[in-house]
């Protein structure tokens, strides 16, 4: 189900698109205490000291003497890339891991997981049999527990999150407040 030519991640990162909080498996055998499932709140990564560094990488692009026409144009993919590196090297702090600060390495591999479409869907035994083919011997039965306990609940609260939302969009649309368009149909990957 989850086969990858590169082997299995140290840290795995499990995103939920509408939550504020995420699950970092941080499956690295050096780890102190053993490989552990921890979940996060955004919060703990959003923090003033990365939106300084965003702000200040933000303003190096902006601010290059020798940009061109054409590379004002890649600002926004430029800006994407800023904003990943920065959330990437935040959560690995939140880990413990200590990357030096000119180093761009995040100190091992680093998967992500969004919990969107049919990923979102997984329930049961097909969510163990996925979180068994990920982490096999890397997280202890317990842990693999943890961590699949911890997915399902944070997986409905997804689940109920889009309906929300779609509510909301519905109701706006109604009373007028929906804007330029609406949206009539969309495949929420089922």
Do not use: W
């Given at each position: 189900?989850?086969?990858?030519?590169?082997?299995?991640?140290?840290?795995?990162?499990?995103?939920?698109?509408?939550?504020?909080?995420?699950?970092?498996?941080?499956?690295?055998?050096?780890?102190?205490?053993?490989?552990?499932?921890?979940?996060?709140?955004?919060?703990?990564?959003?923090?003033?000291?990365?939106?300084?560094?965003?702000?200040?990488?933000?303003?190096?692009?902006?601010?290059?003497?020798?940009?061109?026409?054409?590379?004002?144009?890649?600002?926004?993919?430029?800006?994407?890339?800023?904003?990943?590196?920065?959330?990437?090297?935040?959560?690995?702090?939140?880990?413990?891991?200590?990357?030096?600060?000119?180093?761009?390495?995040?100190?091992?591999?680093?998967?992500?997981?969004?919990?969107?479409?049919?990923?979102?869907?997984?329930?049961?035994?097909?969510?163990?049999?996925?979180?068994?083919?990920?982490?096999?011997?890397?997280?202890?039965?317990?842990?693999?527990?943890?961590?699949?306990?911890?997915?399902?609940?944070?997986?409905?609260?997804?689940?109920?999150?889009?309906?929300?939302?779609?509510?909301?969009?519905?109701?706006?649309?109604?009373?007028g407040k929906g804007g330029p368009y609406a949206t009539i149909w969309e495949s929420i990957g089922n």
């Open positions: 189900m989850f086969e990858s030519d590169r082997g299995s991640a140290d840290i795995t990162l499990c995103i939920f698109p509408h939550l504020k909080e995420f699950i970092a498996i941080d499956a690295r055998g050096d780890r102190p205490g053993g490989p552990a499932v921890l979940r996060l709140p955004i919060s703990n990564i959003l923090c003033e000291e990365f939106y300084s560094k965003v702000e200040s990488d933000f303003s190096k692009i902006l601010r290059r003497h020798d940009a061109g026409f054409l590379e004002l144009m890649g600002i926004p993919q430029q800006v994407a890339a800023v904003v990943r590196a920065n959330s990437l090297k935040r959560i690995i702090a939140e880990l413990g891991i200590n990357i030096p600060e000119s180093s761009n390495e995040p100190g091992g591999t680093v998967g992500v997981l969004f919990f969107a479409g049919s990923l979102l869907a997984l329930e049961g035994p097909l969510l163990s049999e996925a979180m068994q083919e990920l982490f096999g011997s890397k997280l202890a039965p317990h842990a693999r527990e943890q961590l699949i306990e911890q997915l399902l609940e944070l997986m409905e609260q997804e689940r109920k999150s889009i309906g929300d939302a779609s509510a909301q969009d519905i109701a706006n649309l109604i009373s």
